[in-house]
């Protein structure tokens, strides 16, 4: 099974299933992964940024890479949480910027203080 880490002060890693969504690897290993449109591809509350293992995640589809172009975020690195697919072994880091405030939608980590 691949190895995934979140990097980030309250990061989990650990081995979850080939073809798991970063969002649901999340979710399993107990990592609170910000996702406002409940992982629809509508928002990008659950981009990470890959550090490591980019080859092993799924292609970047039209829709994804529209969604990130559309908020000046077009760099290979960028990745939707709730799209990109697990292949193999991937370190991704989430942004600490995206923890600042509680969000409104549907995210797990509401109300959690990463401080």
Excluded: Y
Excluded at 18 to 46: I, M, W
Excluded at 68 to 93: N, T
Aim: hydrophobic share 30%; net charge negative; aromatic share 4%.
């Amino acid at each position: 099974m691949p190895h995934v880490t979140f990097l980030h002060p309250k990061g989990r890693s650990g081995s979850v299933p080939r073809n798991t969504t970063l969002l649901d690897a999340a979710k399993e290993l107990g990592f609170p992964l910000n996702h406002d449109c409940g992982g629809n591809a509508s928002c990008t509350t659950c981009r990470v940024e890959v550090q490591s293992g980019g080859e092993h995640l799924s292609e970047i589809d039209f829709e994804e890479q529209d969604l990130l172009d559309r908020e000046a975020l077009s760099e290979p690195w960028h990745r939707l949480g709730c799209q990109a697919k697990i292949l193999g072994d991937v370190v991704v880091r989430v942004p600490e910027s995206k923890w600042a405030a509680p969000s409104t939608g549907q995210s797990e980590a509401r109300g959690v203080d990463i401080r």
